[in-house]
């Protein structure tokens, strides 16, 4: 029998990290705006959230990450210039991303970990079910994840963490999940977490991708939860207490995710990100699919 637990309305988009891996570009500019096409990263997550229909979305920020409100804010300056020229199709992309959502922001003062930049919201959140989205982590909006998640979550109540099968050799990369089957091809029982194990210890190659729909009795382990790998106060510990003892915040369910994600945390996977992206739009996948074929094919005669 399926269960009635609170509706999702709020999302939480962790947006502190220093981006390391794209030094210099991220010296003065924050990662999350490094653009995708022509949208900065983070409009693909905020946009993810609001097809959910969370449109309550709070970021959680740090320092030099000012770049990230003023993108969601209005540009009157820019909108009077676009208005004046009878722009009217970039004064829409413009404002489109001031119309998406409400947004809210909070500073993690201290780069703590992803456990502690969650705890960061929990003022805002209260005692609801909420989302995380990890900004690195870019869905194909033709493979609704999240709100896989959600009715997930909306049934066994919870939290539910998205899954996606690797490598064995891949998984030191990652959180680890060990799980039991259910009655649903797509949806598992977690039974235990580990961060980034050795691919001989890990229970499984499922690993946790960076999306979560979370149960707001996590803030209260998280306050409690030490620093683990990397000196840093880590979700996954949290849900892993969780998933040991279902009587506080109910059991940990995982969606196995097959579709088409894009990391763009990693060079490789961000540049990727954007021949894929830029080849499946209309308005430039036909030239670009055409130059790219040429080019390949020169490249290939090359070598």
Known sequence: MTQSHPRISKAVIPAAGLGTRFLPATKATPKEMLPVVDKPAIQYVVEEAVSAGLDDVLMVTGRNKRPLEDHFDRNYELESALEKKGDAKRLAKVRESSDL????????GDPKGLG???LCAAPHVG???FAVLLGDDLI??????????????????????????VAPEQI???GCAAVEATADGDVVKVTGLVEKPDPADAPSNYAVIGRYVL????????RRTEPGRGGEIQLTDALQQLAQDEKVGGPVHGVVFKGRRYDTGDRGDYLRAIVRLACEREDLGPDFRTWLRSYVAEEMQQS
């Open 127 to 129: 005692h609801e079910p």
């Open 116 to 118: 502690h930049a969650v």
């Open 101 to 108: 959502a409400t947004m809210h922001y909070v500073r993690q």
């Open 172 to 174: 030191h990369l990652y």
């Open 215 to 222: 149960d707001p009795h996590i803030f209260g382990i998280l």
């Open 140 to 165: 194909d909006p033709r493979d609704p994840l999240l709100q896989r998640m959600i009715e997930t979550q909306e049934r066994h109540g919870g939290s539910v963490i998205a899954l996606m099968e």
